[in-house]
């Protein structure tokens, strides 16, 4: 059932982004939540939970304090607190996030109260909230096949333009037939990352989103963080926690409202 969801503008935020929205969903309807370089985020409701599905573009903390954009390849892959970048460095592509920015961590004193990453009201999604949208849109009859069983929902939620279409990308991955792809609503763009070293990689490819859960220090690295990747060819919506997880690594960003 379709349930109008009524959002105030909360913040602007200073950005440029390439996504455009192209929801399709019959999960619920969406609607403006904040505004970022003049152009309303939207939101959806998914279950119990209300997501943006628009990536993150903002430059500064909850506070106003800012966040710094760093181009060089040595000082990002030195970075012990929060930054962002274009994609390729590039002003119209997409802004990425290394973990530290989400955490909130804004310089290097340890004993430095974190500063707070999403707007008022919102929250960067845990590993647990990524879990519980993932069961939902699989319950719920997202999965490539129609089926309530198994994780096949890389297609519904991938945008329907940007992904390389590659002989060996079957037509249920995000990379096969795109005009079928989005069917939820999620609008996920193949932004590809910046690595831990500062190199660019994966436009077209990959969608990575963080989660705000850090690894357990006592099973995993404890410079990683919990993940999620949607890949051009694969049908699965894939969690991440090796290198791929390092929190100097550049990944978009989701909203969850508290």
Same mark, same amino acid.
């Given at each position: 059932?379709?349930?109008?969801?009524?959002?105030?503008?909360?913040?602007?935020?200073?950005?440029?982004?390439?996504?455009?929205?192209?929801?399709?969903?019959?999960?619920?309807?969406?609607? =403006? *939540?904040?505004?970022?370089?003049?152009? @309303?985020?939207?939101?959806? !409701?998914?279950?119990?939970? #209300? &997501? +943006?599905?628009?990536?993150?573009?903002?430059?500064?903390?909850?506070?106003?304090?800012?966040?710094?954009?760093?181009?060089?390849?040595?000082?990002?892959?030195?970075?012990?607190?929060?930054?962002?970048?274009?994609?390729?460095?590039?002003?119209?592509?997409?802004?990425?996030?290394?973990?530290?920015?989400?955490?909130?961590?804004?310089?290097?004193?340890? =004993? *430095?109260?974190?500063?707070?990453?999403? @707007?008022?009201?919102?929250? !960067?999604?845990?590993?647990? #909230? &990524? +879990?519980?949208?993932?069961?939902?849109?699989?319950?719920?009859?997202?999965?490539?096949?129609?089926?309530?069983?198994?994780?096949?929902?890389?297609?519904?939620?991938?945008?329907?333009?940007?992904?390389?279409?590659?002989?060996?990308?079957?037509?249920?991955?995000?990379?096969?037939?795109?005009?079928?792809?989005?069917?939820?609503?999620?609008?996920?763009?193949?932004?590809?990352?910046?690595?831990?070293?500062?190199?660019?990689?994966?436009?077209?490819?990959?969608?990575?989103?963080?989660?705000?859960?850090?690894?357990?220090?006592?099973?995993?690295?404890?410079?990683?963080?919990?993940?999620?990747?949607?890949?051009?060819?694969?049908?699965?919506?894939?969690?991440?926690?090796?290198?791929?997880?390092?929190?100097?690594?550049?990944?978009?960003?989701?909203?969850?409202?508290?």
């Amino acid at each position: 059932m379709k349930k109008l969801i009524l959002l105030s503008a909360l913040f602007i935020f200073a950005c440029s982004s390439d996504e455009s929205s192209d929801t399709n969903n019959d999960d619920n309807n969406n609607n =403006n *939540t904040f505004i970022c370089d003049g152009v @309303p985020y939207d939101s959806i !409701v998914y279950g119990t939970q #209300e &997501w +943006t599905v628009e990536n993150a573009c903002h430059t500064t903390y909850r506070d106003g304090t800012s966040i710094p954009e760093v181009t060089d390849n040595t000082e990002w892959e030195s970075l012990t607190a929060g930054a962002w970048c274009y994609y390729d460095n590039d002003p119209t592509k997409p802004r990425l996030y290394n973990c530290y920015a989400l955490m909130g961590i804004h310089d290097t004193d340890p =004993n *430095t109260p974190n500063k707070e990453f999403a @707007p008022e009201g919102w929250h !960067v999604p845990s590993d647990a #909230e &990524w +879990t519980t949208l993932e069961e939902h849109l699989i319950a719920n009859g997202y999965n490539d096949d129609g089926s309530t069983t198994g994780n096949k929902i890389a297609k519904a939620m991938a945008s329907t333009t940007g992904w390389y279409s590659s002989p060996s990308a079957p037509s249920p991955s995000p990379g096969g037939d795109q005009s079928t792809n989005n069917s939820s609503g999620f609008n996920a763009f193949p932004e590809g990352k910046r690595e831990f070293n500062g190199s660019f990689s994966f436009e077209g490819y990959d969608a990575f989103f963080w989660s705000s859960t850090e690894s357990n220090a006592d099973f995993y690295n404890a410079d990683n963080a919990w993940a999620r990747l949607l890949n051009n060819e694969h049908p699965t919506l894939f969690s991440l926690n090796t290198s791929d997880g390092n929190k100097r690594n550049g990944f978009s960003v989701r909203f969850v409202r508290d």
